[in-house]
T-cell receptor, first 122, second 107 residues
Framework: QVQLVQSGAEVKKPGASVKVSCKASGYSFTDYHMHWVRQAPGQGLEWMGWINPNSGGTNYAHKFQGRVTMTRDTSISTAYMELSRLRSDDTAVYFCARERASDWNYSYFDYWGQGTLATVSS | DIQMTQSPSSLSASVGDRVTITCRASQSISNYLNWYQQKPGKAPKFLIYAASSLQSGVPSRFSGSGSGTDFTLTISNLQPEDFATYYC?????????FGQGTKVEIK
């Protein structure tokens, strides 16, 4: 069965960086784009970007360009999201989510990681 | 970016009720509209794609409709496990964007 297992909670100081991992199993890792979505406490879902695990190509939301880096290690079927220059308003749960595309190019996030809480506090 | 607006933000309902949630896009997205359910402390769960196509394993009491800019998610015969927050998401263009969520609470 498809599983996305993320790394554990992090506490960081303002200005630092956080790197979250997402280990995939149960499917061919390089066949599906991996997206990252975050959720601030009590708030909605915010898309951050995606990585193509096959090519390593990325597409980041404008808001995060210059601060986010998405990478992958195909040998261990793991995607990474690193956010730098952290601020207090980056405190959020960060999710990885697999993108599935059906006929007629309908795409959706069919499997999600369990989420990783990153707290930014001095 | 395409803005997605859900209404209401929250609602109270009883077990057995029929519930309807509305999602409006700031421009036409055809039927590139997905729905997710999220329970507290959990990841979102994918329910519906292409506005009305139910994901395998999702109970048939969930249904979606709409096209263009106006969409609805309907839950008929609300069950205790359906109390959660529901999000719509457009996949018509990048960046994918979500509605702000609708919390379905127990009356």
């Amino acid at each position: 069965q498809v599983q996305l297992v993320q790394s554990g909670a992090e506490v960081k100081k303002p200005g630092a960086s956080v790197k979250v991992s997402c280990k995939a199993s149960g499917y061919s890792f390089t066949d599906y784009h991996m997206h990252w979505v975050r959720q601030a406490p009590g708030q909605g879902l915010e898309w951050m970007g995606w990585i193509n695990p096959n090519s390593g190509g990325t597409n980041y939301a404008h808001k995060f360009q210059g601060r986010v880096t998405m990478t992958r290690d195909t040998s261990i079927s793991t995607a990474y999201m690193e956010l730098s220059r952290l601020r207090s308003d980056d405190t959020a749960v960060y999710f990885c989510a697999r993108e599935r595309a059906s006929d007629w190019n309908y795409s959706y996030f069919d499997y999600w990681g369990q989420g990783t809480l990153a707290t930014v506090s001095s | 970016d395409i803005q997605m607006t859900q209404s209401p933000s929250s609602l109270s309902a009883s077990v057995g009720d029929r519930v309807t949630i509305t999602c409006r896009a700031s421009q036409s997205i055809s039927n590139y509209l997905n729905w997710y359910q999220q329970k507290p402390g959990k990841a979102p769960k994918f329910l519906i794609y292409a506005a009305s196509s139910l994901q395998s394993g999702v109970p048939s009491r969930f249904s979606g409709s709409g096209s263009g800019t106006d969409f609805t998610l309907t839950i008929s015969n609300l069950q205790p496990e359906d109390f959660a927050t529901y999000y719509c998401q457009q996949s018509s263009s990048t960046p994918p964007t979500f509605g702000q969520g609708t919390k379905v609470e127990i009356k």
